[in-house]
């Protein structure tokens, strides 16, 4: 019997203009990133500017704009970097 190992496993991506930008099988870490980045997480307007910035975008490659989170290849969120 053949199992579906994206039931066992899921695949995580958070896309940005049609290519996987961080990619995790974890179930948590992703959607939890995916809120930092549209400034769900982090309601402070500086401390979410200093996080786009220093880290999405110079440490990890995001840009300004519309990015997905995206569940064993269905989009199950978008959202927006944005300056605040």
């Known amino acids: 019997m053949k199992t579906d190992t ?3 496993n899921p695949t995580h991506e958070i896309r940005q203009n049609g290519k996987a930008v961080l990619r995790s099988d974890c ?3 992703l ?3 995916f809120n930092n980045l549209t400034g ?3 309601p402070d307007a500086r401390q979410y500017n ?3 910035e220093c880290i999405a975008i110079r440490d990890i490659g995001f840009t300004y704009g519309e990015i997905e989170l995206v569940k064993n290849g269905e989009v199950v969120a978008k959202g927006l970097i944005t300056k605040k």
């Open 31 to 33: 959607p939890m990133i």
């Open 50 to 52: 200093d996080y786009i």
């Open 27 to 29: 179930e948590y870490s």
């Open 6 to 8: 994206n039931k066992q």
């Open 40 to 42: 769900r997480n982090i």
